[in-house]
């Protein structure tokens, strides 16, 4: 009968062992990573804070005088809420309550036309092979590399009284006359900003959908689910937050679009919260408004990252579960 050897010493693991060890190297990875985000906080502070108290500071401050300038006033103490106060009774009750809810639809209609065109995309994309797949991100980011003012004149050149599509639909028959496209049509504005902006909704959703885990699927199709049904219980619960994430990356520069809407349409009947704070801060002597009008978009738009952030919360707080 053969005796059997004890182990050595060194080779037993100690009880507790394992849990210092990932305390210590958690510890340790804990502040590198905190060392990794100083630059990215600097930059934060420095490019964001800063300019956003700068902000501030010209809509609660002063008017020059003589020049008809913004003075800023950078003390808090000695700010200035009386612009802000009507500004904001203006957004609410007034004139500027329209053009907000106007904004809040065109960017509502545009985000539902890049999911109906979007989604598609990336769900075909990240369902081909590896070199096909390549193709179409490069075919996916090639709108990035023409510059957004172009792509928009490309529009223009399209949509104007002699261009391709009033030569199509008076061909076809549909129009007997040129139809004026870009003369405060709102649909154009909104195909517009669906245009300009769709290859922001598609990588990301790309991004979501490439990472299922295809044995959920695959274990759906044994079971005996229909492609539709896969697609319904399994791949769309598994994608929305995907596309919770598309949507808000796609509307936060839509909201404070206005080059599109001067481009598209140039229409007092169409114009957004951008076209208002681009014309009082540049074209008007009510510079403070405007900056009234930056800082509630950027409490609306920290609202809509905030939902955000608690809707991935609660996600991943599922998935854990």
Not at 47 to 61: D, E, N, R, W
Not at 119 to 137: D, N, Q
């Amino acid at each position: 009968m053969t005796a059997v050897r004890p182990l050595p010493t060194e080779a037993v693991p100690r009880p507790g062992d394992e849990e210092d060890g990932d305390r210590t190297g958690g510890r340790e990875g804990s502040v590198l990573w905190a060392v990794f985000t100083v630059p990215g906080s600097a930059w934060m502070i420095v490019f964001f804070l800063v300019p956003f108290y700068a902000v501030a500071a010209v809509a609660f401050g002063r008017i020059d005088p003589i020049f008809g300038t913004a003075t800023p006033v950078w003390n808090p103490l000695q700010w200035d809420f009386t612009v802000a106060s009507n500004t904001l009774d203006e957004v609410f009750t007034g004139p500027l309550r329209t053009v907000y809810l106007r904004t809040f639809l065109y960017v509502g209609l545009a985000l539902a036309i890049c999911v109906v065109i979007g989604y598609p995309v990336a769900y075909y994309v990240s369902r081909r092979a590896v070199r096909t797949k390549g193709l179409l991100l490069v075919l996916l980011i090639l709108p990035f590399w023409v510059n957004y003012l172009l792509r928009m004149l490309a529009w223009i050149g399209l949509l104007q009284p002699e261009g391709w599509v009033n030569d199509a639909l008076v061909a076809l028959g549909i129009f007997d006359v040129p139809r004026s496209w870009l003369s405060g049509n709102p649909m154009v504005v909104v195909i517009g900003l669906a245009y300009g902006y769709l290859p922001f909704f598609i990588l990301p959703l790309y991004a979501s959908l490439d990472r299922l885990d295809q044995r959920l699927i695959e274990a759906a199709r044994d079971l005996g689910a229909r492609p539709r049904q896969v697609f319904r219980r399994v791949t769309l619960p598994l994608s929305t937050p995907g596309i919770v994430a598309a949507t808000v990356l796609t509307a936060l520069p839509m909201f404070g679009d206005y080059y599109t809407n001067s481009l598209m349409s140039g229409s007092p009947k169409t114009e957004m919260i951008g076209n208002q704070i681009q014309f009082y801060v540049q074209n008007s002597k009510q510079p403070q408004k405007g900056a009234v009008l930056v800082l509630t978009l950027s409490l609306l738009l920290a609202l809509l990252c905030l939902w955000y952030v608690m809707a991935a919360a609660r996600t991943r707080k599922l998935s854990r579960a």
